[in-house]
């Protein structure tokens, strides 16, 4: 499971990941490892990744999401949880 696509804007980063709920630990992990590596070379570009701007959201068919309970799990971004929305 690869990182499908990843944006890169002056203010603004966006990654998709694909998966299937079986696996949706491992894309937790695979995000997770991400924005932290991001957040690291943003750091030692002296730029900062805010997590008070950080949005999660897991879509898919509506049985698929169903079996996320809820909005889907959260990242851990440091010491910062980014909980996953509905809609962002």
Request: proline share 3%; hydrophobic share 30%.
């Given at each position: 499971?690869?990182l499908d696509?990843?944006?890169?804007f002056?203010?603004?980063?966006?990654?998709?990941l694909?998966?299937?709920?079986?696996?949706?630990?491992?894309a937790?992990e695979k995000?997770?490892h991400c924005?932290?590596d991001?957040n690291?070379?943003?750091s030692a570009?002296?730029l900062?990744?805010?997590?008070?701007?950080t949005?999660?959201?897991?879509s898919?068919?509506?049985?698929?999401?169903?079996r996320?309970?809820?909005?889907?799990p959260?990242?851990?971004?440091?010491?910062?949880t980014i909980?996953?929305?509905?809609?962002?």
């Amino acid at each position: 499971m690869d990182l499908d696509n990843n944006y890169l804007f002056t203010d603004t980063m966006q990654l998709y990941l694909r998966c299937v709920c079986d696996d949706t630990p491992t894309a937790v992990e695979k995000l997770e490892h991400c924005v932290t590596d991001t957040n690291q070379w943003m750091s030692a570009n002296r730029l900062r990744l805010n997590p008070e701007k950080t949005e999660l959201l897991w879509s898919g068919s509506k049985h698929s999401l169903s079996r996320l309970k809820g909005c889907g799990p959260a990242i851990k971004l440091g010491t910062d949880t980014i909980k996953a929305s509905g809609h962002v």
